[in-house]
């Protein structure tokens, strides 16, 4: 079981919106500005899309944004491309010295 | 250009070792923390720990095996992982990875990844 709980799937058409939340406790995601989202797809390493919390690093879409509230973190990708289809995972730093993960959600554009 | 490069692939057997490098390249290799992370096949990612570049101090993730050294060798810019006793259940991509600043909360760059498969 993974320390962060994530959606197992979610979907969404081309050209929608989708958010998928990652929520922890009090100790990571609510304790922390540390959050952070990868993409993966099949057979490649991930790739950071959001970092501490909002901060996308250079080159990445501003389709991609962060944000949370309370435990609870989310990213949400507007304008959804064929391309997005791949697994997101989210982590979080967290008390003390650690950095845990979320299980990951299959994003399928439909 | 920051650049991380991986030891090949490697077909242990139940109990041996293996020593995993992470070559490092593009940047100041003491100024910037690496992280061990790892992603069992069809799973989800791993983080293992992590090792302060610049004092050689090493921080394994909770509840990780006892199994697991991190080292380095900063006169080549490279970084290790250890496992000891290894078990089938450790098959998997490992990964080295370095963030977008020092601290080691996320993982910008990341090598190409190193398979090892333990199978007698």
């Known amino acids: 079981q993974s320390a962060l709980t994530q959606p197992a799937s979610v979907s969404g058409s081309p050209g929608q919106s989708i958010t998928i939340s990652c929520t922890g406790t009090?100790?990571?995601?609510?304790?922390?500005?540390?959050v952070s989202w990868y993409q993966q797809h099949p057979g490649k390493a991930p790739k950071l899309m959001i970092y501490?919390?909002?901060n996308r690093p250079s080159g990445v879409s501003n389709r991609f944004s962060g944000s949370k509230s309370g435990n609870t973190a989310s990213l949400t990708i507007s304008g959804l491309q064929a391309e997005d289809e791949a697994d997101y995972y989210c982590?979080?730093?967290?008390?003390?010295?650690?950095?845990?993960f979320g299980g990951g959600t299959k994003l399928t554009v439909l | 250009q920051v650049q991380l490069v991986q030891s090949g692939s490697e077909l242990k057997k139940p109990g041996a070792s293996v020593k995993v490098s992470c070559k490092t390249s593009g940047y100041t290799f003491t100024s910037y923390a690496i992280n061990w992370l790892r992603q069992a096949p069809g799973q989800g990612l791993e983080w293992l720990g992590w090792i302060n570049t610049n004092t050689g101090n090493p921080t394994y993730a909770q509840g990780s095996t006892g199994r697991l050294v991190f080292s380095l060798d900063t006169s080549v810019s490279t970084a290790y992982l250890q496992i000891s006793s290894l078990e089938a259940e450790d098959t998997a991509v490992y990964y080295c990875?370095?963030?977008?600043?020092?601290?080691?909360?996320?993982?910008?760059?990341w090598g190409q990844g190193t398979l090892v498969t333990v199978s007698s």
């Open positions: 990875t370095r963030g977008v600043s020092e601290n080691y909360y996320n993982s910008y760059y």
């Open positions: 982590t979080s730093y967290r008390h003390i010295n650690t950095v845990v």
């Open positions: 009090s100790s990571d995601v609510g304790g922390y500005n540390y």
């Open positions: 501490d919390v909002s």
